[in-house]
């Protein structure tokens, strides 16, 4: 039976490598969850502050050393499209694979079909056409149950891009009843094209639940705002600094910060 997982690359010499050898365990496993949240989720090496600030702040420390770059929204795993595939890469391989397996579908039809034909052809029609019409509404029901049932982390996927965190129960009622409309890629390339849109307004960012029953995942670009655009650059990694600073002292009010340069 052919694999279709998708798989990350990691070279032998990893662990010892200078820039790992360092790292503590932790640390060394955020590396690698990193990774394969990002390829799984077609990031192209950009990870949610809300999955990055999950870790210890020790451990934040320690990426963002030698192996992140914290910006305003998002924490980039350094060099990760030199090794690891792109998302258009994946949707390329993904494509490839559906091609294959719908050729491969049809040639267990027509396999199908000349078994049912010389069943007639033998006398021996009413068993062999139980057995084969049994077959097919097998592999149709299992089809539409792969289309339309969510994996259970799908929607913790989709709730960790969306920008505004709020009202949870209800946006995970919401994407059960989108998922019946629509995939889960349309879903994750929707919610990625509203949270990074330079036009969305945080304060009138819409609650996740209301863009889900809206269905705006099919939304068009909102409309520029008047004024010009800030230049980010050094400004935004300073920024996004301020922001883990605000985040400690929340989390851990007794706790020394830690200093970050910008």
Not at 10 to 25: A, M, N, R, Y
Not at 94 to 111: C, D, H, M, P, V
């Amino acid at each position: 039976m052919a694999d279709d997982r998708y798989f990350i690359k990691v070279h032998d010499g990893f662990p010892e490598h200078p820039k790992t050898i360092g790292l503590s365990d932790k640390a060394f496993r955020a590396v690698v969850e990193f990774w394969c949240y990002s390829h799984r989720q077609e990031t192209d090496g950009k990870i949610p502050l809300a999955l990055f600030n999950r870790l210890p702040p020790k451990v934040r420390k320690e990426l963002l050393v030698d192996y992140a770059i914290m910006h305003e929204t998002h924490v980039e795993m350094h060099d990760y499209l030199e090794h690891q595939q792109s998302a258009q890469e994946i949707a390329e391989l993904r494509k490839k694979r559906s091609e294959a397996g719908r050729l491969g579908g049809k040639t267990k039809a027509n396999r199908l079909a000349s078994a049912k034909a010389n069943a007639k052809q033998t006398g021996s029609k009413p068993v062999a056409d139980i057995d084969i019409d049994k077959d097919l509404a097998t592999n149709v029901a299992k089809s539409k149950d792969a289309r339309a049932r969510p994996r259970p982390d799908e929607f913790l996927d989709w709730y960790l891009e969306y920008p505004r965190k709020t009202g949870r129960a209800a946006a995970e009622r919401a994407y059960a009843k989108a998922r019946e409309l629509v995939s889960a890629e349309t879903l994750l390339a929707g919610v990625r094209a509203y949270a990074s849109d330079p036009n969305r307004v945080p304060e009138f960012t819409k609650h996740p639940a209301t863009w889900l029953n809206g269905g705006c995942w099919d939304d068009d670009p909102l409309p520029a705002r008047g004024g010009s655009q800030p230049d980010h650059g050094q400004r935004a990694l300073a920024k996004g600094i301020e922001l883990l600073h605000g985040w400690e002292a929340q989390q851990h009010p007794h706790e020394p910060i830690l200093e970050l340069e910008a």
